[in-house]
């Protein structure tokens, strides 16, 4: 274990359905992120999070909708997807966005949803 | 526009040949520079990073990367690879001076045959 937990591992979906994914942090990390791994794409960034508040939402749809209630726990609602948002949902949380100091230390990332939407 | 380039898409190699794995990046400000591995069914590990000092950084399992600052690159290298090293690798940037999060490459898919 990473220290990031996603749950449900696997999800299949359908299109009018709506479900939600879940990230749990025990590292005490200040932010959190969500991306999407698609296969040979780069990983997305879909949205990011620090000290619970959303600092960045990249261009995302609005069927997918994020919510932090505290620092530990990050959920992604899902609603009306389509089958090419498939892919494996990523966790990540990072000790803080790495400012002012400039310095990054990286991500510890959960192990994923997959996510079929049929 | 930014962007992290990874040279190769599959790489396939035999066991104790030496790997080398090209990144790319085309952020003009200082920058943060990271490997990734992730393994068959497993999680995204960080392999190494980079933030300043000594170009070459060392990281876990042998891997190497060296940080070459006029041609904006981040090679990652292993002198003898092994059976356990087939994974996919990720090459990631972050600027210093932006938000902390990670801009990814593609990744490259590595297969070492016995």
């Known amino acids: 274990e990473t220290g990031v937990t996603q749950t449900p591992r696997h999800l299949v979906m359908g299109m009018t359905n709506k479900k939600s994914l879940k990230c749990e942090q025990h590292?005490?990390?200040?932010?959190m992120y969500w991306y999407k791994q698609s296969a040979k794409k780069p990983l997305e960034l879909m949205f990011v999070?620090?000290?619970?508040?959303?600092?960045e939402n990249n261009s995302v749809p609005s069927r997918f909708s994020p919510e932090c209630p505290n620092s530990s726990h990050l959920f992604l609602h899902l609603h009306t997807l389509q089958p090419e948002d498939s892919a494996l949902y990523l966790c990540?949380?990072?000790?803080?966005?790495?400012?002012?100091?400039?310095?990054?230390?990286?991500?510890?990332f959960g192990s994923g949803t997959r996510l079929t939407v049929v | 526009a930014q962007s992290v380039s990874q040279h190769n898409h599959h790489v396939i190699l035999s066991e104790a040949a030496s790997l080398e794995l090209g990144c790319n990046y085309s952020?003009?400000?200082?920058?943060?520079l990271f490997w990734y591995v992730q393994y068959p069914g497993q999680h995204l590990q960080l392999l190494l990073k980079?933030?300043?000092?000594?170009?070459l950084v060392k990281g876990i399992k042998g891997f190497e990367a060296e940080f070459i600052k006029s041609k904006f690159s981040f090679n990652l290298r292993k002198p003898s690879v092994q059976w356990s090293d087939t994974a996919e690798y990720f090459c990631a940037v972050t600027l210093t001076d932006s938000w902390g999060k990670l801009q990814f490459g593609a990744g490259t898919q590595v297969v070492v045959t016995p």
């Open positions: 990540a949380s990072s000790q803080d966005l790495g400012r002012p100091q400039g310095r990054h230390y990286g991500y510890t």
């Open positions: 980079y933030f300043s000092g000594d170009p």
């Open positions: 999070y620090s000290l619970e508040e959303r600092v």
């Open positions: 590292l005490g990390h200040n932010a």
């Open positions: 952020y003009g400000g200082t920058v943060n």
